[in-house]
């Protein structure tokens, strides 16, 4: 899923701590793991990168690009045809 990571896979990776309270660290592995994640490390680590990436997107489009994904990842999204899209007029 990491899009950093060299020709070699691998990257040079450095520890990070950081301190969450326990209720965070349960929602972020439920998450990490509804979502398809191979672990919380990989979770975490998409997460910094289009926080830094996209310093301008508010919490609320964040919200909206992870109900998106979220839809998409588990197929719960609605599929439409290209006629559908482009209507009968083609």
Not at 56 to 78: F, M, Q, Y
């Amino acid at each position: 899923m990491s899009d950093t990571d060299t020709p070699s896979g691998n990257p040079e990776k450095t520890n990070v701590n950081l301190r969450v309270t326990e209720a965070l660290l349960e929602d972020i592995d439920a998450t990490w793991r509804k979502e398809g994640y191979n672990n919380r490390s990989e979770f975490m680590r998409e997460a910094l990168r289009d926080a830094v990436r996209h310093p301008d997107l508010t919490r609320e489009s964040w919200k909206e690009i992870a109900a998106v994904e979220h839809a998409r990842r588990t197929g719960e999204s609605e599929s439409f045809s290209r006629e559908e899209i482009l209507g009968d007029d083609e």
